[in-house]
C-alpha cells in the first residue's frame, strides 16, 4: 500500500513538472501569435487615413430595418439626426467602427430581419476603400432591458438570476443568449451589469443589477461572461466604476456617488474585478462623478484618473474600454458636445457609443489631431483594441450570418424550455399567511386579476394581466382580467372592488410601489372585501414594505413572459419557490429596519 502510494505521488509529481513544463511554451507561443496578429493588425491600421481612424472609434445608432431600403420615416429620421439616408450611407460617409441596434430605431423587428440587416451592414462596410467589418451591438441584459423580443428566446433579468442564485443558470442565459445574438450578426452585447444595488431608490439600475451583495454579484457576472463569450459573443460590464449607489437617473442627470475610496473597493470594484479576471472583452464607463476616485468633478467617462489610473495600471485591464451612450444627460452636464468624446479619448475609452450629433463629435475628434491635443499614436491604440476584438470574434475572417444560421438557434424549443426552468428557480415567495399559496383550482378556480400593466420591456407579448391570466387558464383556473393601471383612479379601484365579489381569489401584480400610490389603495380595498388577495411584485421587490397586509406576496423581478408564466406556476403549486431575496427589503416608513434580509426566501 505505501509503496504504490509513494508510485502514484512520484507519478503525480512527474505529470505536474511535465504540466509545468508545458506552461511556459504554450505562454510563449501565445505570445508569439498575439505579437504576429498585432503586426497583421498594425498593418490594417497603417493603410488608413485620419478620417477612416476617426470613424472606427464611433459606434452609432441609425434608423431602419435594411441597410439599403429603409422605410421612409427611417430615412426622413436619419437625415434629420446623422445627416445621411441609411446605415450604408452612414457608413460612407463616416467609416464608423460600429453600429449599435435599438427597437425604437426599427432594427429589431424580426430574427431573420436582423441578420439581413446585418449583413446589408457588412457588405457595405467591405465595400469601401479599405473596407473593415462592423462591430454591431446592443443592449440585451434580459429581463427589463432587450432590444430583441420574441420569438428570440427572452431568460429572467439579473436580479431575478440573483434571486436564483446560480452560477449554472446565469451561465445558460449567457450562453444561450449569446449564441441568439450571434447568429443574426449582433457580436457585442452591453451585458452583463456589475453594478452593486445598494440603493432601493436606484431609479436606473434596480433590477438591472444581480444584487446588493457585491460577493454574489462578482459571482454571477463572471458566470455570464463565460457564457455570452463562449458563445461568441463579447460581453460589456457595466457601468463602470459602479452606478448601483444613485438616486438620480445618468439619463436625465448627472449623479454623484459619495462612496469613499475604501467603500468603492469593497463594495463597487468586486464585480468588475471578476469580470476582468474572467477575461471580459469590453467594459462600459458611467456617467457618473465619484469624488473620492476623481476630485476633478468629472463624469467617471471623462476621467483619466478612473479610465486610465484605475482601470487600466491598478485594475490591469487592456480590453475595450466603450462609453455609456453620449447622448445621456450625465455625461453632457459639464461640457460641450464637441469636447465629450475628445476628453473621453484622453481618459482613455476606445469606443465612443451613439453621440447626440455625429458630425460634431466625429469632426470636433478629428480637428483634435490635427490641432495636436490627440496624438494619431493614441487613436491607433485604440483602434488596435477594437480590431483585436474584431479579429477575436472571427469578423475579420467571416462576418456574415446564414438563415439557416438563424433557423437552427434563434427561439428553438430546447433554448425556450432552459428558459422556463431557470425562470422557475428566480421566483420568490415572500409572505404567505396561513399557507394561502400554492392556491387550488378546485377551492379558488376563479380568479380576479388587476393590476399595473407597464409596457412590455423586451418584446414580449404582454400586457402582463393577460399574460398572467393566459398562464392560469393553462392550469385549469378561470381568471377574468381587469387591467387597473400603475395609478388606478378611485372609479377604478371600485371597478375592482365590485368585480372582486365574485372571485374566489384575487392575484395583483404590483408595480414600483409608493407611499402615495393609488396601487396601495387597490390593494387595501381589495382586502376588505374579504377574498384572499395574492400579490405579485412584478419589478422591484421593494413593494411588500408598502402593503404589509397582503397574505401572500411572491416577486417575480420583471413582467417578461417568461417570469411571470413561471411565477404562476409556483402560485399554483406546479412548482415549489425557490428563489431568494438577492437585496434587502427595508420598512417603508424606516429604513433602518429590514423587514426581509438578503437570502429570505419561502418554501411549500
Known amino acids: 500500500m505505501h509503496t504504490s502510494r509513494r508510485t502514484l505521488l512520484a507519478a503525480t509529481a512527474g505529470a505536474a513538472a511535465a504540466v509545468a513544463g508545458a506552461t511556459p511554451a504554450l505562454a510563449a507561443a501565445k505570445h508569439e501569435d498575439k505579437k504576429h496578429e498585432d503586426k497583421r493588425l498594425r498593418a490594417l491600421i497603417s493603410r488608413m487615413s485620419l478620417e477612416e481612424k476617426v470613424g472606427q ?25 446623422i445627416g445621411v439616408r441609411t446605415a450604408a ?13 435599438f ?27 479599405r473596407g473593415l467589418p462592423v462591430l454591431i451591438s446592443t443592449d440585451q441584459e434580459h429581463g427589463i432591458v432587450a432590444r430583441v423580443g420574441t420569438p428570440a428566446t427572452l431568460f429572467p433579468g439579473a436580479m431575478a438570476l440573483g434571486a436564483g442564485g446560480s452560477r449554472t443558470d446565469a451561465r445558460t442565459a449567457g450562453r444561450i443568449g449569446g449564441a441568439e445574438l450571434r447568429a443574426m450578426g449582433i457580436l457585442q452585447d452591453y451585458a452583463p451589469v456589475a453594478d452593486v444595488n ?26 455570464q ?41 469593497e463594495l463597487d470594484a468586486p464585480p468588475f474585478k471578476a469580470a476582468i479576471a474572467a477575461g471580459i472583452d469590453s467594459i462600459m464607463t458611467a456617467h457618473i462623478m465619484v469624488p ?29 474600454v466603450v462609453t455609456d451612450s453620449l447622448g445621456m444627460e450625465g455625461v453632457r452636464t459639464k461640457y460641450g458636445d464637441d469636447r465629450v468624446p475628445v476628453l473621453a479619448l484622453k481618459a482613455g475609452v476606445d469606443q465612443l457609443l451613439n453621440p447626440p450629433k455625429l458630425d460634431i463629435a466625429w469632426n470636433a475628434v478629428l480637428a483634435a489631431v490635427r490641432g495636436g491635443e490627440l496624438t494619431e499614436a493614441r487613436l491607433d491604440e485604440s483602434i488596435l483594441r477594437v480590431l483585436r476584438l474584431k479579429a477575436r470574434l472571427g469578423l475579420l475572417k467571416d462576418p456574415y450570418v446564414t438563415g439557416r444560421g438563424v433557423d437552427r438557434t434563434v427561439g428553438i424549443p430546447s433554448h425556450l424550455k432552459a428558459a422556463d426552468r431557470v ?49 392560469l387558464t393553462e392550469l385549469g383556473f378561470t381568471p377574468t382580467v381587469l387591467s387597473t ?16 365579489q365574485d372571485a374566489d381569489a384575487v392575484l395583483v401584480g404590483t408595480y414600483n410601489v409608493t407611499a402615495a400610490s393609488g396601487q396601495r389603495t387597490l390593494v387595501n380595498q381589495l382586502l376588505a372585501t374579504g377574498r384572499p388577495v395574492v400579490a405579485l411584485a412584478i419589478r422591484n421587490p421593494y413593494d411588500v414594505a408598502q402593503l404589509p397586509d397582503v397574505g401572500a406576496y411572491l416577486a417575480s423581478y420583471s413582467w417578461t413572459d417568461v417570469e411571470l408564466r413561471a411565477a404562476v406556476r409556483v402560485l399554483a403549486g406546479r412548482v415549489g419557490p425557490r428563489g431568494r431575496l438577492p437585496v434587502p427589503v427595508q420598512r417603508a416608513d424606516d429604513p433602518a429596519v429590514v423587514l426581509y434580509p438578503v437570502g429570505h426566501g419561502l418554501t411549500y
Open 57 to 81: 472609434l464611433f459606434v452609432m445608432r441609425v434608423y431602419g430595418h435594411s441597410a439599403t431600403a429603409p422605410d421612409q420615416a427611417d430615412i426622413d429620421a436619419n437625415l434629420a439626426e
Open 89 to 101: 450611407d452612414l457608413i460612407a460617409k463616416y467609416r464608423v467602427g460600429g453600429i449599435i441596434y
Open 103 to 129: 427597437g425604437w430605431a426599427h432594427n429589431t423587428r424580426e430574427p431573420h430581419q436582423i441578420a439581413d440587416l446585418s449583413n446589408g451592414i457588412q457588405k457595405a462596410s467591405l465595400a469601401q476603400p
Open 198 to 223: 445598494v440603493n432601493p431608490a436606484n431609479p436606473v439600475i434596480g433590477v438591472r443589477s444581480f444584487g446588493s451583495d457585491p460577493q454574489a454579484v462578482a459571482g454571477l457576472v463572471a458566470a
Open 225 to 265: 461572461v463565460k457564457g455570452y463569450q463562449g458563445a461568441g459573443v463579447a460581453a460589456t460590464s457595466k457601468h463602470f466604476p459602479g452606478h448601483g449607489d444613485t438616486e438620480t437617473d445618468s439619463h436625465y442627470g448627472f449623479p454623484v456617488i459619495a462612496h469613499t475610496e475604501a467603500q468603492w473597493a
Open 292 to 320: 473620492a476616485l476623481d476630485p476633478a468633478g468629472d463624469p467617471a467617462t471623462l476621467s483619466r484618473p478612473i479610465l486610465t489610473g484605475i482601470l487600466r495600471e491598478k485594475l490591469g485591464y487592456d480590453g475595450v
Open 423 to 471: 425562470a422557475e428557480r428566480t421566483t420568490t415567495l415572500l409572505v404567505n399567511s396561513g399557507g394561502l399559496l400554492p392556491l387550488s383550482r378546485r377551492t379558488h378556480r376563479k380568479v380576479l386579476v388587476v393590476g399595473a400593466d407597464p409596457a412590455s420591456p423586451s418584446g414580449t407579448t404582454g400586457p402582463p394581466t393577460t399574460v398572467l391570466a393566459n398562464a
Open 485 to 500: 393601471g400603475t395609478a388606478p383612479s378611485a372609479a377604478t379601484v371600485a371597478k375592482a372592488v365590485a368585480a372582486a
